[in-house]
């Protein structure tokens, strides 16, 4: 399973960081339109759980409305766009407080989820793009390191000091010390960032306060992803990455972290 795991990541870094790294964003939209299908496909099995089809025509449906959307983005959209993901992940963050297990929701009440899914998935992947054409690869990349490097100093300090538990209702194996451990990994990540002259001109302060605030909502991502997989009584959100489970599995923390990174770098004043 760790061999399994390890070639899936190599692979799947290659691919992204490759297509990424291209100066032509239109490999960028094709990348995130591969991944956009087979997150809300995922999505609308955990969701309303119906037979294949429906999934697959309801996921290529949203991809061509995102393709068809794109000329139509301007600035002043992804900002406020990414001002809306912010509240609606403030609102699930609240939420996910009071969340007790029911695994027998209302039809209306996945619906209402699928629909608020679909919403951060648009939400996502435009303010990605528009970080690839506004700024480049490697301001895109960043926004992504932060949420490889928290996820790791989260993995590594919470195995190591792990005691109290951060939602035992939702996912168990989360804990505190891992939160913080990632939030450390990510303070020292941006610094040394910053020192390569990497700053797109934001100051320190400004780039330190953005990572930190996008490493802290993207726990809220993974959390909210662990609430439908429970609900829906299934472990991982799909099989398209072995070792790794689904699209969603793997993306589900940049969900949350790219509205927020976003609209920092707007009020920060520098798109």
């Known amino acids: 399973m760790l061999k399994q795991r390890i070639i899936t990541a190599v692979i799947l870094a290659l691919v992204v960081v490759g297509c990424i790294l291209q100066e032509d964003t239109q490999w960028t939209r094709i990348l995130f339109a591969v991944g956009l299908f087979a997150a809300t496909r995922e999505l609308i099995i955990l969701t309303l759980m119906p037979t294949p089809l429906p999934c697959v025509v309801g996921a290529a449906a ?9 000329p139509l983005i301007s600035p002043p959209f992804v900002y406020l766009q990414s001002l ?3 509240a609606i992940w403030a609102l699930i963050t609240i939420g996910l407080f009071f969340y007790r297990h029911s695994g027998n929701w209302p039809l209306l009440a996945r619906v209402l989820l699928l629909g608020i899914g679909l919403n951060l ?13 506004q700024f480049g690869g490697e ?10 490097v928290a996820d790791i100093g989260a993995y590594f300090s919470g195995r190591k000091f792990g005691r109290r538990k951060l939602a035992p209702a939702i996912s168990p194996g989360k804990t505190l010390e891992g939160v913080i451990g990632g939030l450390c990994a990510n303070l020292v990540w941006i610094v040394v960032i910053y020192q390569f002259d990497m700053g797109w001109g934001l100051t320190l302060v400004q780039i330190l306060a953005i990572g ?3 490493s802290l909502v993207s726990v809220a991502g993974d959390l909210f992803e662990s609430v439908l997989k429970r609900e829906a009584g299934v472990k991982d959100s799909g099989k398209s990455l072995p070792g790794h489970g689904g699209v969603l599995d793997r993306i589900d923390s940049v969900i949350a972290a790219a509205p927020v990174f976003v609209s920092g770098i707007f009020l920060a004043g520098q798109m």
């Open 139 to 148: 301001m895109l990349l960043f926004l992504l390191s932060l949420v490889w």
């Open 84 to 86: 809306a993901g912010v």
């Open 121 to 133: 998935l648009w939400i996502c992947i435009h303010a990605l793009v528009y970080l690839h054409a």
């Open 62 to 70: 949203f991809v061509l409305l995102y393709w068809w959307s794109w």
């Open 212 to 214: 930190i605030l996008t």
